[in-house]
């Protein structure tokens, strides 16, 4: 096998592997596989998976708030699925920073489940 089918194999193997993003024409782009964030209960006092506590400040029929101890860089923030089908999220926070996340469902619509989302 020559050395150009081999390159052409390896970057077919990391394509299908998800790391690469293919653009246009023959050019590939090596890009960065960010992780899937983790999840917690948005039970009062639920621990994150960074070993955070999360207060829930707000949870009724279309709203869900509260904020996460903790340390940063590693982030929290707050979501909420409502029964139009579709999930909504609040603002990225540093863990620790207090000043909390708030998601809400858009207006005839209701919380269905909500949770603390994590990001390292």
Known sequence: MN???RIILALATLALSGGLA???GATAIATPVSPTPAVASADAGAVAPFASKCKVWEKTANRFSGW?????????????TCTSGGEHQGQWRWLGDRRG????C???HFRVA??????S
């Open 3 to 5: 050395s150009c089918k």
């Open 106 to 108: 858009d207006p005839g």
């Open 114 to 119: 909500s949770k603390f989302q994590f990001q």
């Open 22 to 24: 293919v653009a246009s």
């Open 101 to 104: 996340s708030t998601a809400w």
């Open 68 to 80: 996460c101890d903790g340390r940063g860089p590693a982030s929290y923030r707050a979501t909420i």
